[in-house]
Structure formats: structure tokens, C-alpha cells
């Protein structure tokens, strides 16, 4: 693979590099993760920079899922070391992700980015939403579902993530609230189900796309490869400085205000999906 010129790699790398910081500081002041904020950033960054072709939705969702694989891994760790990941819920619901994953993947690689783009801000809107009305106390019941109602939720969870490039905090740890289980818990071991998301999901990316036009530079399969080296170098760094602000501020009306982002994030990719 030829090395691009420099001058269509530093426009690249600097906008990637403030995206990264962004996402950091949000998931380390919210308990959000980065993909609902990095799939529309990375779309806007390619596009902006005159990268396109039929494939671009999906390099933005492998390219994400690929940063999921490595801070999925160090949170659950961090979170294990802690006690805060609750392993049963993980194994059992673990197969059943993966299955989803999966066939997120394949039916990913035949969509169209406009599909995909109504995908993410329909869910997005939800995820919005739920981000600024959701209570504490809503309760679907008092343990996580087993036998039919997994077998149904887990895979969903997983198909469902990977349309939007996103791990398992945006729809595990609500699920997991609203069957009672402590938020730090559900934040714990919604890490891992973000690590079983997004790393059968990113293999199946790798082996697709080779041939599709107007990928970025350095892009393999349908992983950009500059924008996940430089997310996870600068979110390193700055999720700490999300997780300092969290404890310095009130975060409810963060909160309410990166809600409200998140809807007009989603509502102008329908919009762009929809009218062009």
C-alpha cells in the first residue's frame, strides 16, 4: 500500500486528533462511550476531506469498533480489578452478543451508508432521549432476563451495536438498570459486553471493503488505520481529564446537555440521509 502525500495526511490527523479529546473527556465525565460520539465525527472528517465512495458509513462503524476493542478491554479490566463487573451476567449474555455481532457485520457490509445513517439516527435519537428523560427507578424487573428473553435481548444488543459502531454501554447499561443492578456494576460489565461486540465485529470488517473506492488513506479492510492509532493515543489522556471534571461538577445537566447533542447529532444525519 503507498504512502499518501503528507499533505493529505496532516488535515486528516488534526481533525482526528480533536475528535479523540472530545470523546475522551465525554466518556470519562458521562460513562458514556465514544462510538455515538465517533461514528458521526469520523463520517463528518472523511467526508469534509473529500473521502467518500459506497463504503464510508461502514469504515466510520469498523473504524469505531475498533477503538471499542482496546478501551473495552482496559475498562473491563479496571472494572474487574474493582469488583464491578458482574461475570455471570458476561457469560451468559456473551454468545448471544457475539451471535448478533456477527450478523451485524454481514448485514452491515450489504447495507448503503444512507441506510446506515437512518439506522444510527434513529437509535441515536433514542439513545438521546432515554440519555435525558431515562429515571433511576424504572424497573423492568429485579434480575436479568434468562432462557427466552435472552436468548431474544442478547443478539439484538449485539446486531443492534453494530449498525451504530457503538460498544455495549448505549443500550447495556440501561438494560441492566432497569433490572435493578448497580450503576457502577452495570457500567463494569457492560465494558465486556463492548470487548464481545466489538471484536469478532472488527475481524469481520478486516476481511471486507478491500476493493471498495474512495476509502481513506491507510485504511485496511474497512479500519482506518490513522484514526484508530490517534483516538486511542489522545482518549488515553483525556478520559482522566473527563473522569477529574466529573467529580468537580454537577454531572446531571452535563448530562442533559450531551442528550441534547447526541439528538441533533442523530436528527442531522437523518436529515442528510434522507434529504441529501
Same mark, same amino acid.
Given at each position: 500500500?503507498? %504512502? ?8 486528516? #490527523? *488534526? ?25 458521526? #465525527?469520523? @463520517? ?19 473504524? $469505531? ?9 482496559? $475498562?473491563?479490566?479496571? +472494572? ?9 451476567? !458476561? ?14 457485520? =454481514?448485514?452491515?457490509? +450489504? ?19 432515554? =440519555? ?10 429485579? *434480575? ?19 449498525? %451504530? ?9 440501561? !438494560?441492566?438498570? @432497569?433490572?435493578? %443492578? ?8 457492560? $465494558? ?8 469478532? $465485529? ?9 476493493? #471498495?473506492?474512495?476509502?481513506?488513506? @491507510?485504511?485496511?479492510? !474497512? ?20 473522569? +477529574?471534571?466529573? +467529580? ?18 442523530? !436528527?442531522?444525519?437523518?436529515?442528510? #440521509?434522507?434529504?441529501?
Amino acid at each position: 500500500m503507498p %504512502m499518501p502525500p503528507l499533505a493529505e495526511l496532516l488535515p486528516l #490527523a *488534526a481533525l482526528l486528533f480533536a475528535i479523540g479529546a472530545f470523546a475522551g473527556v465525554i466518556a470519562g465525565m458521562l460513562g458514556v462511550g465514544g462510538g455515538i460520539v465517533l461514528v458521526p #465525527a469520523f @463520517l463528518y472528517t472523511f467526508t469534509a476531506l473529500g473521502y467518500g465512495g459506497p463504503q464510508i458509513m461502514q469504515v466510520c462503524l469498523a473504524t $469505531s469498533l475498533a477503538t471499542i476493542v482496546f478501551t473495552s478491554f482496559r $475498562s473491563l479490566r479496571g +472494572h474487574m480489578a474493582k469488583g464491578a463487573a458482574d461475570l455471570d451476567v !458476561l457469560r451468559g449474555w456473551a454468545p448471544g452478543i457475539a451471535v448478533g455481532a456477527v450478523v451485524g457485520v =454481514l448485514v452491515a457490509g +450489504h447495507m448503503k451508508t444512507e441506510a446506515l445513517m437512518i439506522v444510527f439516527g434513529v437509535l441515536g435519537t433514542v439513545v438521546g432521549l432515554y =440519555l435525558a428523560f431515562g429515571h433511576d427507578d424504572w424497573r423492568l424487573g429485579d *434480575a436479568m432476563p434468562k432462557g427466552i428473553g435472552r436468548a431474544i435481548t442478547a443478539p439484538v444488543i449485539g446486531f443492534l451495536s453494530v449498525l %451504530m459502531g457503538i460498544g455495549g454501554g448505549s443500550f447495556g447499561v440501561p !438494560l441492566m438498570r @432497569l433490572y435493578g %443492578m448497580p450503576i457502577h456494576r452495570a457500567v463494569g460489565t457492560a $465494558s465486556g459486553f463492548g470487548l464481545v461486540i466489538a471484536t469478532p $465485529s472488527v475481524i469481520g470488517f478486516l476481511l471486507q471493503g478491500w476493493n #471498495a473506492p474512495g476509502r481513506p488513506p @491507510l485504511t485496511i479492510g !474497512l479500519v482506518n488505520l490513522p484514526a484508530f492509532f490517534i483516538v486511542i493515543f489522545v482518549t488515553m489522556v483525556t478520559t482522566t481529564w473527563g473522569v +477529574h471534571l466529573a +467529580h468537580a461538577m454537577n454531572p446531571k445537566p452535563l448530562k442533559r446537555v450531551f442528550a441534547a447533542f447526541i439528538i441533533i447529532v442523530a !436528527l442531522n444525519m437523518l436529515r442528510k #440521509a434522507l434529504l441529501g
